[in-house]
C-alpha cells in the first residue's frame, strides 16, 4: 500500500473516530478511570493488530474456504467497499484512541474525578 494511499485512512480512524470516542467518553463520565481503561484498550487494540506477522504456512494443507463463499454469495455478508485492510483500520483506530486518551489525561487531568 502505498504511502499516499495512508493518509484518509490515518484522519479518519486515528484522528477523528479515535477523537469520537475518547471526546464522548469524557463528555459521558468526566471519569479517571473511564479514560485510564480506554488508554490501555486503545493500546491493547493497537498491539494485537500491528504486531501480527501476517499470513504464515504451517505446512499444512488446509482448505481456505470454510464455507464462507455460500454466505458471499447469498449476499449475508456486509461488502466493504474500502480497500482498507481490517488489521490496518483496527491498528490506526486503536492508536488514535491511545493517543487521544493520553491527551486527555496529560491536559485534562486534575479536572478528572
Known sequence: MALRALWKP???????????????????????????????????VAVLNGGTAGRTSLGGTESTDDGGAEFDAAGLLPQTSTGVPLR?????????VFLWSLAVLIALGDTLA
Open 10 to 44: 490515518v484522519l479518519l480512524y486515528t484522528g477523528l473516530l479515535g477523537l469520537l470516542t475518547v471526546g464522548t467518553v469524557y463528555l459521558a463520565t468526566h471519569s479517571l478511570a473511564f479514560i485510564l481503561v480506554l488508554t490501555a484498550v486503545g493500546l491493547l
Open 88 to 96: 490496518l483500520t483496527l491498528l490506526l483506530y486503536g492508536l488514535g
